[in-house]
T-cell receptor
Framework: AQSVAQPEDQVNVAEGNPLTVKCTYS??????LFWYVQYPNRGLQFLLKYITGDNLVKGSYGFEAEFNKSQTSFHLKKPSALVSDSALYFC??????????FGAGTRLFVKA | DGGITQSPKYLFRKEGQNVTLSCEQNLNHDAMYWYRQDPGQGLRLIYYSQIVNDFQKGDIAEGYSVSREKKESFPLTVTSAQKNPTAFYLCASNTGGVNTEAFFGQGTRLTVV
């Protein structure tokens, strides 16, 4: 079965430190991968996507993600975390037929 | 401004009642989606629609119904057959291509009282 896994329920990081939110995927064919962010009681906002090409994808708000085909991973990164980055982050993969599957989400806490 | 509007933001339903959640988009997107979000489970697809007058069941369609009479609108009805309807419901849309991200509404929180 196709799936997206986010192995960490929560990530804690100090403001100014680099952050990584992990994602691994299992999809058939070429992977189309996405990261979204959700603030409390709000909808999801698109951050970035990998379709093809460069393995390092840059997105909104200083976030980037590294695609690694051999490890089937698509980890979200940011060089210097801000308190305002605290939110719920979802990794997602397009699986065909207009369907996208989402990971369970990782809650990021950035401490001042 | 272009976007997706969901209403109401909060909705309370008595057991045995049907309720309808509204979703409207002015992005001219062909595809629209309804997701259910529960804590720790991510988003699960309820129904989706690729074009007007056509829609498909997602992974958890039981107890829900939809219609797509207009391109802009994709209302979701939560019926009394849905045994555990308390959740956060998200509507989304995109152009439908394989590499297009989804745009989400602000969500409706449904609580059964």
């Amino acid at each position: 079965a196709q799936s997206v896994a986010q192995p960490e329920d929560q990530v804690n990081v100090a403001e100014g430190n680099p952050l990584t939110v992990k994602c691994t995927y299992s999809v058939s064919g070429n992977p189309y991968l996405f990261w979204y962010v959700q603030y409390p009681n709000r909808g999801l906002q698109f951050l970035l996507k990998y379709i093809t090409g460069d393995n390092l994808v840059k997105g909104s708000y200083g976030f980037e993600a590294e695609f690694n085909k051999s490890q089937t991973s698509f980890h979200l990164k940011k060089p210097s975390a801000l308190v305002s980055d605290s939110a719920l982050y979802f990794c997602a993969a397009y699986t065909g037929g207009f369907k996208t599957i989402f990971g369970a989400g990782t809650r990021l806490f950035v401490k001042a | 401004d272009g976007g997706i509007t969901q209403s109401p933001k909060y909705l309370f339903r008595k057991e045995g009642q049907n309720v309808t959640l509204s979703c409207e988009q002015n992005l001219n997107h062909d595809a629209m989606y309804w997701y259910r979000q529960d804590p720790g489970q991510g988003l699960r697809l309820i129904y989706y629609s690729q074009i007007v007058n056509d829609f498909q069941k997602g992974d958890i369609a039981e107890g829900y119904s939809v219609s797509r009479e207009k391109k802009e609108s994709f209302p979701l009805t939560v019926t009394s057959a849905q045994k555990n309807p308390t959740a956060f419901y998200l509507c989304a849309s995109n152009t439908g291509g394989v590499n297009t991200e989804a745009f989400f509404g602000q969500g409706t929180r449904l609580t059964v009282v």
